[in-house]
């Protein structure tokens, strides 16, 4: 792999849990990010899927500098930002972007278009000098599919899948390297999906952009992704290449993720085994012993609950060439393919 | 028939005109049977489903032609009181979002139990009993301790069990789910599903499965109708749907959805927007988006030409597209 431009090296957030009103004592911690690793490569789109409250957008705020992180490392380009403060971290900050998920709430609805669009240039004005914003305003809406001539328009007068573009202009504002994306179309409609996502991609190719792609949508991860990594309750339980994970995944939990997700063909069915999971995420504030997953997991046994297992490849893996050679963090993992060969259904 | 749809229009007064909700809906469901209503948002496929539980905000809303038939009955003839004994009894909703169709500072086993002193004249204490059996039987665990609890102290799954149970509590014959899994996470998602799914079976209900994810009714309709701009654009058996489509709107639909076992280049995506209902588009309200539009879309409505037994498409080039 090319040399990584950002580092994530056992990344914790912690949200404390506290008592009493006067004497704040603290009772407990949200584990909300528990150790999570990974590195990206320039150009390069992982995808980030997980359950509510597995902490996947944490992992995405951290990125961008909005949570401070109880411990670990982000290093951009060799530098960790999580010790950065002033003018290094606002540099750092110009080349990491973010795209949120709700274009609803995520545009300020007081201001136009082409203020929000070019509001980022007030913050860092060498980017564009003032006397030219307006026109390289008007260029990033026609980057991103939208009448330039719109600039004066306010959010409210554009549909969900426009306004989502508006917020994508705005994180291509400062050309940064890096866009982390937080479900960036799950608040859209089927038929604007693809266009957004298409969009994605065409600009990935245009700015060689490199992508953090979270989503909850494993078929859309799959489309848009070169490596993907599953999130469960703060922790990374198994990352690879996208064959690796969707066609060889060895974690129960991908597994029972991938065999969950809808498949538009009746057909299909009969060729699909289903694991239905029994039960629900447990809380993040009082986490299982052991391997996070053991309580829904259908191969739990002792080991489960008194060793954590870490995320590497698993040793009946480990002189193995093929793809099921990646990281997985489970005691007995095991290779099973759930989604069935593209034409089968 | 258990309930039949016939040629509805409803319309909503807004400041900026009127818009055009529901322009003739045509559909039916029989004991048993599960009708999926797909569609995007500002289909139409709520405010028709609003319209037959007779829970339509009026005004704004006004119901501005066609009947609903309910068990052979008009509905939409009846005055509100004899609506109020249909409703709950007779057919029941499930909502979207659990969480905020749930009252926060009454205990489920109070909403539950409400079913039954309301509708049934049951004492308070039988109602509780009722509440705990209808809890098991939506397969919440330890149901006699959680049924005090408040709807913030379950999760979003139990919680939409609640509003199953709720809407199953008094064996209605017929069941309106609007988008009942959507605010729910994948592996919960088909929990939720294959419940509703054994408790239709288990008590002969018809099931109207309103949805915008082509994905989750493949698995539990008997047959789709597609809406569009507020009217049903397609409708079939589940099985020739998805291999067949037969309007372009929703070849589009199956065509854009990224696929778990496929990695394409690029997503068929739907040019375009959905129409605005104060402006729907003369002829056919998709012909600005549609691939294959010709002059005659542009002019005329197409009306629903019968594809084959039990399936029809409004589009003049359903030939063309079921081939295609």
């Known amino acids: 792999m090319a040399e990584a431009i950002l580092e994530v090296r ?3 957030k912690h949200y404390p849990l506290t008592q009493g009103i006067l004497f704040k004592k603290q009772v407990g911690a949200v584990k909300a ?3 999570v690793s990974f590195d990206l490569a320039p150009g390069e789109t992982l995808g980030i899927v997980g359950e509510s409250g597995c902490g996947k957008s944490t992992v995405a705020k951290m990125l961008v500098n909005l949570e401070r992180p109880t411990a670990g490392q982000i290093k951009y380009k060799g530098e960790d930002i999580t010790q950065m403060s002033g003018r290094a971290l606002k540099a750092v900050r110009r080349n990491i972007q973010m795209v949120f998920q709700d274009p609803y709430t995520s545009l300020n609805p007081r201001m136009t278009v082409g203020d929000i669009i070019g509001e980022p240039y007030e913050i860092h004005p060498e980017v564009a000098p003032k006397g030219n914003r307006r026109q390289k305003v008007q260029d990033l809406l026609d980057v991103v599919g939208l ?3 719109y600039i004066n328009r306010y959010p409210h007068q554009f549909s969900g899948g426009q306004r989502q573009r508006i917020g994508i202009a705005r994180g291509l504002a400062l050309q940064p390297e890096i866009i982390v994306a937080d479900e960036p179309v799950s608040a859209l409609d089927v038929s604007v999906q693809a266009q957004v996502v298409n969009l994605l991609d065409r600009l990935q190719n245009e700015f060689s952009l490199s992508y953090v792609f979270i989503a909850h949508d494993l078929s859309i991860v799959r489309h848009i992704s070169d490596r993907v990594g599953v999130m469960y309750l703060g922790r990374i339980v198994e990352i690879g290449r996208d064959e690796e994970i969707y066609d060889h995944p ?3 939990y991908t597994q029972a993720l991938l065999s969950a997700v809808p498949v538009p063909d009746p057909d299909a069915r009969e060729h699909r085994e289903r694991i239905i999971l029994t039960g629900d995420v447990p809380s993040p504030a009082n986490p299982p012993s052991g391997c996070p997953f053991r309580t829904r997991c259908w191969k739990a046994r002792e080991r489960c609950a008194l060793e954590v297992p870490l995320l590497e490849v698993p040793a009946e893996f480990r002189l193995a060439s093929g793809p099921a050679h990646h990281p997985s963090a489970c005691h007995f993992a095991e290779e099973k ?3 069935p060969d593209a034409g089968s259904g | 028939m258990l309930l039949e749809v016939r040629d509805l229009h409803v319309e909503f007064k807004t400041r900026d005109g009127v818009a055009k909700a529901v322009n003739g809906v045509n559909y039916s469901v029989d004991a048993g049977e599960t009708l999926a209503v797909l569609g995007e948002s500002g289909s139409g496929k709520s405010v028709t489903a609003q319209a037959v539980m007779g829970i339509l905000d009026m005004p704004p809303g006004r119901i501005a032609g066609g009947e609903i038939l309910f068990q052979g009955k008009d509905l939409l003839g009846l005055k509100e009181d004899e609506r109020r004994k249909i409703r709950g009894s007779e057919m029941a909703m499930i909502f979207q979002d659990a969480l905020s169709s749930l009252n926060p500072v009454l205990s489920v086993g109070d909403q539950l139990s409400e079913m039954f002193t309301v509708h049934r004249g049951m004492s308070r204490k039988d109602g509780k009993a009722k509440a705990v059996e209808l809890m098991d039987r939506v397969r919440i665990p330890a149901a006699k301790e959680r049924v005090g609890q408040y709807p913030h102290q379950f999760s979003g799954g139990m919680r939409q069990r609640i509003m199953i149970a709720m809407a199953m509590a008094l064996e209605p014959s017929l069941i309106i789910a609007d988008e009942p899994t959507t605010a729910l996470d994948v592996t919960v998602q088909a929990q939720v599903m ?8 288990e008590l002969n209900m018809g099931l109207i499965l309103i949805t915008h994810d082509l994905g989750v009714v493949a698995d539990v309709a008997d047959k789709i109708a597609v809406m569009y701009a507020g009217r049903i654009v397609e409708q079939a058996p589940v099985h020739e749907i998805y291999k067949k489509p037969a309007h372009p709107y929703t070849k589009g639909l199956l065509e854009s959805i990224p ?18 209902l104060m402006h729907i588009p003369p002829g056919c309200a998709f012909n600005p988006r549609c ?6 879309c542009r002019t005329d409505v197409p009306p629903l030409f019968d594809v084959a037994a039990r399936r029809q498409s409004a589009c003049f080039f359903w030939k063309e597209t079921l081939d295609g």
């Open chain 1, 10 to 12: 056992d990344l914790v």
């Open chain 1, 33 to 35: 990010v528990d150790g």
């Open chain 1, 147 to 149: 009448n330039p001539e």
């Open chain 1, 250 to 252: 060895t974690h129960p």
């Open chain 1, 337 to 339: 393919r759930v989604v």
């Open chain 2, 194 to 201: 294959d419940l509703l799914a054994e408790l239709q079976r």
């Open chain 2, 259 to 276: 696929r778990l076992d496929q990695k394409g280049q690029e997503l068929y995506a739907i040019k375009g927007l959905p129409p605005n």
């Open chain 2, 291 to 296: 691939p294959m539009a010709q002059d005659v």
